[in-house]
Every structure is written in structure tokens, then in C-alpha cells.
T-cell receptor, first 113, second 114 residues
Framework: KAGVTQTPRYLIKTRGQQVTLSCSPI?????VSWYQQTPGQGLQFLFE???????NKGNFPGRFSGRQFSNSRSEMNVSTLELGDSALYLC????????????FGPGTRLTVT | QQQVKQSPQSLIVQKGGISIINCAYE??????FPWYQQFPGKGPALLIA?????SEKKEGRVTISFNKSAKQFSLHIMDSQPGDSATYFC?????????????FGGGTRVLVKP
């Protein structure tokens, strides 16, 4: 099976812009979670989608949003970018029901200048 | 509030030695504890995981020990090799209908010297 794929892998944006990141889960997986990784804060949970519904949400401002499509692919959007949003954004997929195992993609490295 | 505390932050081990990483958690509702390995420029890779009803789980050179009463769990990597040099993260989740939110420890950077 193909693993979790994320696009783009690298992105450079300017403060105030918005960005959309994409994630394709492992085939058959219905849950997609998003995490932010920074040197200072480590790995932090953003949100999780299961069957197109947000099932869980972390403590991030409303500028961070996401959605999931009927084929389980997911996108996350960050509006009005701030310098502090520079991070590695990771997507993880899991079956979503009978198993807790989550498999991560390679991430999207976002740099905000 | 940091719900999963991981130590040490960094570790240097000689080739053939044992790498030991410890984690402590606060939320007694956690019922699944995975460990992830991350190489620079890559996403975390699931290494091994344990549920609270098991005190120890071994897969190859890697062992998880779990102490439910102390709310602690640890990762042991036996016969450490230079290829094991990476950052290791412990995590915990309640899972189930509440969703798959993973709470991570701060990470341990392991360097295995040849």
C-alpha cells in the first residue's frame, strides 16, 4: 500500500497570506489528523477528521481550519499567516475505528516571511 | 499543561549499548501508548505501541515497559546501532469515539556512536 502523501512538500509564504495544504491518506483509512511540529512547541495536535466530520480539535486559533472529502483526502487551511506559523505540518491517517495506529506523511515545511 | 513528559531530552549511546527513554503521563483516560521514530526531514514513523493491560511488549531489539500504577512507560532499544540515531517521541491517546488525538512527549534525540 502507498503511504500517506502530502503536497506540497515545501512552501514559502508572506505574512498575511493564506495557505492550503493537502493530505492523501493510506487507502482504506477514514481518519485524517493534522499536527504542527516546531522546535519550541514540539508536536501539537490541530484537528482530526473522520468520514468528513471534524471529530476532535486542538487548541489553535480559528485561522486554522480543515476539511475532509468523501474520498478521505483532507486539506488544511491557514489564513492571515503569522511568522509563528512557520512549522512542519504533518498529516497522519488511521483506519479510524478498530485501530488507534496512526501513520504519518512526510510533512509540508511552511516558512512564513 | 504538558500531559506527557519525556526524558532525557538527548542521549548518547555507544554502538551495542542500550538506549532507554522514559515517559510519564497524567491523564488516566489514556489507553494507547505509541512510540515514534523520526529522522531529519521525515515524518514520524510508528515504532511500537502498547495498551495499559500489558506490562511489556517486545519487537526485535525494541521493548516497551509499562507501569500503570506509576503512570510511566519506557522504551528500550537493545544493541543500539548508528542507524538508530534519530529523535524518538512517546505519545498517548484515549482513542475510541473521542477520536485519535495524540498527545506527544517533548522528544529525545538519540545519537549512537560507532
Amino acid at each position: 500500500k502507498a503511504g500517506v502523501t502530502q503536497t506540497p512538500r515545501y512552501l514559502i509564504k508572506t505574512r498575511g497570506q493564506q495557505v492550503t495544504l493537502s493530505c492523501s491518506p493510506i487507502s482504506g483509512h477514514r481518519s485524517v489528523s493534522w499536527y504542527q511540529q516546531t522546535p519550541g512547541q514540539g508536536l501539537q495536535f490541530l484537528f482530526e477528521y473522520f468520514s468528513e466530520t471534524q471529530r476532535n480539535k486542538g487548541n489553535f486559533p480559528g485561522r486554522f481550519s480543515g476539511r475532509q472529502f468523501s474520498n478521505s483526502r483532507s486539506e488544511m487551511n491557514v489564513s492571515t499567516l503569522e511568522l509563528g506559523d512557520s512549522a512542519l505540518y504533518l498529516c497522519a491517517s488511521s483506519i479510524g475505528t478498530t485501530s488507534y495506529e496512526q501513520y504519518f506523511g512526510p510533512g509540508t515545511r511552511l516558512t512564513v516571511t | 499543561q504538558q500531559q506527557v513528559k519525556q526524558s532525557p531530552q538527548s542521549l548518547i549511546v555507544q554502538k551495542g549499548g542500550i538506549s532507554i527513554i522514559n515517559c510519564a503521563y497524567e491523564n488516566t483516560a489514556f489507553d494507547y501508548f505509541p512510540w515514534y521514530q523520526q529522522f531529519p526531514g521525515k515524518g514520524p514513523a510508528l515504532l511500537i505501541a502498547i495498551r495499559p493491560d500489558v506490562s511489556e511488549k517486545k519487537e526485535g531489539r525494541v521493548t516497551i515497559s509499562f507501569n500503570k500504577s506509576a503512570k510511566q512507560f519506557s522504551l528500550h532499544i537493545m544493541d543500539s546501532q548508528p542507524g538508530d540515531s534519530a529523535t524518538y517521541f512517546c505519545a498517548a491517546t484515549t482513542g475510541g469515539a473521542a477520536g485519535n488525538k495524540l498527545t506527544f512527549g517533548g522528544g529525545t534525540r538519540v545519537l549512537v556512536k560507532p
